[in-house]
Each structure stands twice: as C-alpha cells, then as structure tokens.
C-alpha cells in the first residue's frame, strides 16, 4: 500500500505540474485605429503573451452584421510572434459601420483583443458629367484632378504630411504651440485623422506653403493670381476684390449636404472642383487669447495662396455653406491652418 500511495502521489505531482504548465491560446491586445478612408482602415495589435508555444499568425478580424468579429469573418494574415504589428483593411464599402479586432492564432488556439467599431466616411461626390484625371503625392496618396479652362488642379484637398523630397512635415496638435509657430507644421482637424483625413485633407500653416516643396512635384500651391484666373474663368465679371465672385462658389462647390451644411446655396460644381468645407485652425483667439482652436468643419472652406499681400498677411480664398460667391482675403496671418490646392504647373 505504501508502494502505491508514493506512485499515486508521483502521478499526482506530475499531473500538478503538467497542469501548471498547460499551453493556452496567445494573449493579444487591439491598438487604436490610426487611418480610415471610404475604403480601407489601417489598424494594429500586439501580442503580449504567446501561451506557450509560438503564435504562427495574427492580424485583425472584421464584419459589419456581428458584434464580435471571429477568424471566420474577414481577416488580415500577419507573420507570426510576439510584440506590435500593423493591418491594412482594404474593400470596405465606404459610409458602412465595422466591427474589428485584434486576433493571434497558436497550435491550442486563437486569442483576441477588445472589439472596436468604425464607421467609413461617406464618399466625395465628384461631377459624374466630368472627367478626371489622376495624381499623386510622395506618400502614396492618390488625388482626382480637373482641367478648368487653361488649368488643371487637383479636385481634393492635400492631405501629405510629407513635403515632395521627402522629409517629414511636423504635425502638431497642441493649442498654445500652433499659435506660436514660426516654422512649418500640419495638423488634421480636431487633432483626428481617422475621422478627417480621407475626405477634407491636412490644415496647414503658411509657413509649410511658403516651403515651395509641399505640393507634388509637378504641381504648386496656386498664387493670388492663378486663384483669380480660376474663377474669372467661372465668372467674367469678378474683380480681385473682398467679394471677388457672386456666383462662382456654387460652380466650384461639391453638391449636397453630404459634407456641406444643409444650406448648400447654388452649388452645382460645374467646374468639377470640389470644393470641401475643410474648416480652419485659428492662429490666436483675440478675445480670450487661447489660439489653435478648430472652427467651421461643414461651414467653411479656406484655401492658402502663396502670395503674401503684405509682410504679415497672406491672400487666401474662402467659400461659405450659405454664400454661392468666392471670398478674397488679404488679412489672415501666417499662423493659421486652412486647406491647400494643388495646380499643376505650366
């Protein structure tokens, strides 16, 4: 019996330790998404824990009808391992809801990370009597492009955030640091490119314009002048004055209330230039003295020229959700963020 009792407990012991060290599925957390557009999202995730045999693969899972995404549904395929890793999400149907996360896959089992959800921006609506061409930036972004009269720009705002030779353009997010600046910078809306980005660009300040090297090469942020031929085109009777154009607005200005507010007045975007409310960051709040605060997403979009009017101020072009006409200023600082155009050169 004694003999027995010490095997029984040997097994027992082995069984204990067995147990102890039994392999599990990975332990994996989901990262934030870092980039949505009408089709595609860019997300990631990391594996903290393997359970104890290697993880042969991970990625990030997804559906739009279920809460709780499996390998089942729609899934990226990463290498395997610990640490950190980056999905690219591609044929997504723009203006749709996804539920995502985060998944690696060992030999006992899969492990996921928490569900987030997104939901993709609805599509810019170009002029489907139009026919556009194609360009695109250093970083791989692609932009439809329109020939208006004896000009071809680009019927979407930059969203770079590298200049065309490569270097990174600083984006900065900080209120009091942005009404400060001196230097380049960038900065998406409300600091959210997710959100943003793929429909209404990058904000930036003149100093990045005044650069010469932030459009693609080939293409240029238009002057004063090359802003007034766009629109004397659209308008023979504007003048390079405070109210340039009565109506030529509503000729540049994408149609709808998609990405407009609801009073969308006159906008028939004959020309087929898009325009898109991009909003605007302001340079310094006079009132309170706070500065780099965003303003007028839907309402408003501004545009840099790179022609300075005075040593301080810079000539911009704005259109409004409730104006059919094209404003020119001659006022704003050097501080500001609004939204850039492209124009190819001569």
Known sequence: MKIIFRISGVILLIYLIHSCKKDKPPIVITTDLTEISFTTAILGGEVINEGGVPVVSRGVCWNNTFSDPTIADSKTIESGGLGS???????????????VRAYATNSVGTGYGIIMSFTTPIEIIFNPNLTYGTAAD??????????????????????TTKYND???????????????????????????AATYKATYGALYNWYTVNTGILCPTGWHVASDAEWHTLVLYLDASASPSAYESLTAGGKLKETGTTHWANINTEATNESGFTALPGGYRQSIDMTVGIGGKFFSIGDLGYWWSSTKTNTDYIGVRDMLSNYSGVYRHDEYDKKFGFSVRCLRDY
């Open 138 to 159: 250093i970083y791989g972004n692609v932009y439809k492009t329109i020939t208006i009269g004896t000009q071809t720009w680009m019927a979407e705002n930059l969203k």
């Open 85 to 99: 890793f980056t999905s690219n999400i591609t044929q997504l149907t723009p203006n749709t809801m996804y539920y």
């Open 166 to 192: 490569g270097t990174f353009i600083p984006n900065v997010t900080d209120n009091a640091e942005w009404k400060g600046l001196t230097t380049p910078a960038y900065c998406w809306y409300n600091n959210d």
